[in-house]
């Protein structure tokens, strides 16, 4: 099994940044997709990012730009860097991990842009 945990969010200022830590545990296999999702209010849950084993990163075209993700595979964490945050980026920011032939999800972490 894999757990999978998001840690930061909070309250971010329209401009600002955060970055989102997701570490996972346990039996963890060699070949993970790692990225991150996020479910808008009153909006379905929609990718955000994903990055291969071999550091490679897939955006969403809306998101290129000001959201970077990075993996750290020594430590099994994956980073959602998030710059010039806007309202709209207000979520719940779910880290996700996969493998052939599992899914695993973190609780999420919620992240509100106000001033």
């Known amino acids: 099994q894999v757990q999978v945990v998001e840690s930061g969010g909070g309250l971010a200022q329209p401009g600002g940044a955060q970055r989102l830590p997701c570490a996972a545990s346990g039996n963890i296999p060699k070949d993970v997709l790692a990225g991150w999702y996020r479910q808008r209010p009153g909006k379905e849950r929609e990718l955000v990012t994903t990055?291969?084993?071999?550091?490679?990163?897939h955006y969403t075209d809306t998101l290129t730009g000001r959201f970077t993700i990075a993996r750290d595979s020594a430590n099994n964490t994956v980073y959602l860097n998030m710059n010039n945050l806007k309202p709209e980026d207000t979520a719940v920011y779910y880290c996700h991990m996969k493998t052939e032939t599992q899914s695993y999800w973190g609780p999420g972490t919620q992240v509100t842009v106000s001033s």
């Open positions: 990055i291969t084993t071999r550091h490679t990163a």
